[in-house]
């Protein structure tokens, strides 16, 4: 079983920056896919960013050129450096990891959820 933590949401102002952290811990076995979603009130979540194992980056539209995913293997992390934020990208931030066991899986895990506002 894979517990995720995330880290960093807060409150900001449009313009500004924060990061957001995700540690995974407990009986891990190989991390594959990790990645950034984000619900807003009264909307389905949505994938907002993801990395795969070797380091390849995907993001939506709406946060291309501004936010960055990023892995530290070692360290069983996934991370969000969010710049130029934008009214709009307040909502519930959460991580997400695929875990392989041998040739099964993947497995999902979520994270807590962190919420960051950005105030106009």
């Known amino acids: 079983q894979v517990q995720l933590v995330e880290s960093g949401g807060g409150l900001v102002q449009a313009g500004g920056s924060l990061s957001l952290s995700c540690v995974a811990s407990g009986n891990i076995f190989t991390l594959g896919d990790m990645g950034w979603y984000r619900r807003d009130p009264g909307k389905q979540r949505e994938l907002i960013a993801a990395i795969t194992a070797s380091g390849s980056t995907n993001y939506v539209d709406s946060v291309k050129g501004r936010f960055t995913i990023s892995r530290d293997n070692a360290k069983n992390a996934v991370y969000l450096q969010m710049n130029s934020l934008k009214p709009e990208d307040t909502a519930v931030y959460y991580c997400?990891?695929?875990?392989?066991?041998?040739?099964?899986?993947?497995?999902?895990?979520w994270g807590q959820g962190t919420q960051v506002t950005v105030s106009s």
């Open positions: 997400r990891a695929e875990e392989w066991i041998g040739g099964n899986g993947p497995y999902h895990y």
